[in-house]
């Protein structure tokens, strides 16, 4: 079977999460200068099958579009252009990045690694794929 690959875009890093190949659980991939993000999904692709990338929608509170959805536009056209093939999706990021701060906490690492915001780009990743994964098991997507 085939996975699927959690974009969670940001101006500098941007992080990376991979489902297993039943599609069921999300897991870490790691975290990459968004700069070399094409490069690294290129060399990643050749090796891998993959159905699917998500890339995060990052809304509001009051749900009107975050000031990083222009570079996240650009960035997927950049991304159709060199995969073609893959499917693109998109899926609500709002409070992932607090979310993903809160289980490292919770998760008892210490206060330095805390401060990897790499860390937290990479658990943000794979909180937006689970829950999309969630979200395709409950409404039979």
Same mark, same amino acid.
């Given at each position: ?7 969670? @875009? =940001? ?5 990376l999460?991979?489902?297993?190949? #039943?599609?069921?659980?999300?897991s ?8 070399l993000?094409?490069d690294?999904l %290129?060399? @990643?692709?050749k090796? *891998?099958?993959? *159905?699917?990338?998500?890339? &995060? +929608?990052?809304?509001? #509170? %009051? ?6 959805e222009?570079k996240i536009k650009?960035?997927? +056209?950049k991304?159709k252009? #060199?995969?073609?093939l893959?499917?693109?999706d998109r @899926? %609500?990021?709002?409070f992932?990045?607090k979310?993903?701060? #809160?289980?490292?906490? %919770?998760? &008892?690492? =210490?206060?330095i690694?805390?401060?990897d915001?790499g +860390?937290?780009?990479?658990?943000s990743?794979?909180i +937006?794929l689970?829950s999309y994964?969630? @979200?395709k ?5």
């Amino acid at each position: 079977m085939s996975t699927i690959i959690a974009i969670d @875009y =940001g101006e500098k890093r941007t992080g990376l999460a991979i489902t297993d190949s #039943k599609q069921i659980i999300a897991s870490s991939l790691r975290t990459v200068n968004t700069h070399l993000v094409i490069d690294f999904l %290129d060399e @990643y692709v050749k090796n *891998e099958n993959i *159905e699917k990338f998500v890339i &995060g +929608l990052p809304k509001q #509170k %009051d749900n009107s579009n975050s000031f990083i959805e222009v570079k996240i536009k650009k960035f997927i +056209l950049k991304l159709k252009a #060199k995969f073609p093939l893959i499917q693109i999706d998109r @899926y %609500d990021e709002r409070f992932t990045s607090k979310i993903a701060f #809160k289980a490292i906490l %919770d998760s &008892g690492i =210490g206060r330095i690694k805390r401060r990897d915001k790499g +860390l937290i780009d990479s658990v943000s990743a794979t909180i +937006l794929l689970q829950s999309y994964l969630e @979200y395709k098991k409950n409404n039979q997507l």
